[in-house]
């Protein structure tokens, strides 16, 4: 087990710099923002939202990616693991199309009709953002593709220095446009927009180093789009619960007031910069699992001595994660804001904001595993269930302000731990269903 841990944790490091630079980008925008305007600190709010979660809708791009190349890798195809990346590359070009034209036809509506009347005079600032940003989509999940296609691969390394790259890109960026031009939230809008265009090319020539043609787009057939679909849909159902939860959490902090809009900015970016920590795991599940359930070395004894090493490594790091991103909220607040008022609202919330924050990681260990055995159905069905199940409970709670906001936040990712657990353990499981039905 300790040998596996240490595999584990020797492609989980640089991973985990993969999922770290989109929120530290963001987290970066809003330092160096809130530092000029409070206003323009609350807009990026419903701007994230629009920005990250719209993206992350497309999340299941990464994860039909991630499913098709590492099991086509175990039966050892290479010339079907170059075809899956062309058609894979086009629909993530398509994707990311859809999404820029949308936004600049529906964006501005949706910022205006998600801030409120009583928020108005953030939307002109929040939409400003948006169309920036919405440059890079075609690109960022074009990236995203090829960044999942080297992971299925087992290499985190190549991904990990395009991301470092656009990491510094965004930051001298921000620090030139928006300290020292005083462009503001535009400027911090088009350095993270130029570092995502940069990060999709260098993604793509990390799959040209290792042999594959990273520029090829090919069209799917009406199979192919069948497979893609059906893969696809249950991962596209439980990526909008997620989003659908989330974005519901922003609107209701966003209906309380500018000043807990800003509090809620703050805690939510630092959350998602550290909740991302735990998605290497998700990662490592989905591209070491298929070796062990659909492979030649196909074996479930040692699939589930991986999952118990990814459930150790995501509760450790789980409880480390929750001590850092509560220290931060209590001991350095000023790096965000000088409002003492937020201040208050981000103190008095850091009991959920630690519960949440530490179940994070070895829930995504479980969901990873679950989506790496392909039991698509049961983890959409089950996500969604926590959605409207949270969505009630929010609407209740939000009487208790942004308290109850994180309290029901805490709630819904100990549901997902909870079901995702359950399942894996039943006799129903990826791991005990087959050799149940034997004893039969």
Same mark, same amino acid.
């Given at each position: 087990?300790?040998s ?25 925008d ?30 299941? %791009? ?25 058609v ?7 994707? $990311? ?27 002109? #600032? ?22 999942? #296609? ?44 130029a ?12 799959? &040209?180093?290792? $042999?594959? &043609? ?15 679909? $059906? ?38 970016q ?7 920590? $735990?998605?290497? %795991? ?11 359930? =659909? ?31 509560t ?23 850091l009991? !959920? ?7 994070? !990681? !070895? ?14 159905? =049961? ?9 409207? %199940? ?30 995702a ?12 269903k ?7």
């Amino acid at each position: 087990m300790w040998s596996q841990m240490k595999e584990i944790v020797t492609f989980t490091g640089p991973a985990m710099g993969l999922w770290l630079c989109d929120p530290l980008m963001s987290l970066i925008d809003t330092a160096v923002v809130g530092q000029g305007s409070s206003t323009e600190l609350a807009a990026l709010g419903p701007a994230t939202v629009v920005c990250d979660y719209m993206t992350y809708t497309f999340m299941f %791009l990464s994860v039909v990616t991630s499913n098709m190349i590492a099991t086509t890798l175990a039966k050892q195809d290479r010339e079907d693991v170059q075809h899956h990346i062309s058609v894979l590359l086009f629909v993530g070009l398509a994707c $990311g199309g859809v999404m820029l034209l949308s936004t600049r036809l529906f964006g501005a509506a949706t910022l205006a009709a998600f801030t409120g009347p009583k928020n108005a005079q953030v939307v002109p #600032a929040a939409n400003t953002y948006v169309q920036i940003r919405a440059l890079a989509w075609p690109a960022l999940l074009v990236g995203w593709v090829a960044q999942s #296609a080297s992971l299925s691969m087992k290499d985190s390394w190549g991904p990990l220095k395009a991301l470092a790259a656009a990491s510094v890109i965004s930051v001298v960026g921000d620090i030139v446009l928006c300290s020292y031009l005083g462009y503001g939230i535009a400027g911090a809008a088009w350095s993270t927009m130029a570092s995502q265009v940069v990060a999709a090319y260098m993604m793509i020539q990390t799959l &040209n180093n290792k $042999g594959y &043609n990273g520029f090829a787009f090919s069209i799917p057939s009406g199979k192919e789009f069948l497979a893609i679909l $059906g893969l696809a849909a249950p991962v596209y159902v439980t990526s909008i619960s997620k989003v659908a939860f989330f974005s519901l959490l922003i609107y209701v902090a966003t209906s309380m007031g500018t000043q807990t809009m800003a509090a809620h900015q703050v805690m939510i970016q630092i959350y998602m910069a550290c909740t991302v920590w $735990g998605e290497p %795991l998700c990662q490592t599940a989905q591209s070491f699992m298929p070796e062990f359930t =659909y492979g030649v070395n196909r074996s479930l004894a040692k699939a589930r001595l991986l999952l118990r090493s990814l459930v150790f490594i995501g509760a450790t790091l789980g409880l480390l994660l929750g001590i850092v991103g509560t220290s931060i909220l209590w001991l350095f607040p000023y790096i965000f804001t000088s409002d003492q008022i937020v201040i208050q609202k981000m103190h008095r919330t850091l009991i !959920p904001f630690f519960v949440a924050l530490s179940v994070t !990681p !070895p829930t995504r260990s479980l969901e990873g595993t679950l989506l790496a055995g392909q039991d698509l159905k =049961y983890i959409s069905l089950s996500t969604s269930g926590c959605f409207f %199940l949270g969505a009630l409970v929010l609407l209740i709670s939000s009487r208790y302000g942004l308290q109850g906001c994180w309290f029901t936040l805490a709630g819904f990712q100990w549901a997902r731990f909870s079901v995702a657990l359950l399942r894996l353990i039943s006799p129903n499981g990826i791991f005990y269903k087959e050799e149940a039905s034997m004893r039969l």
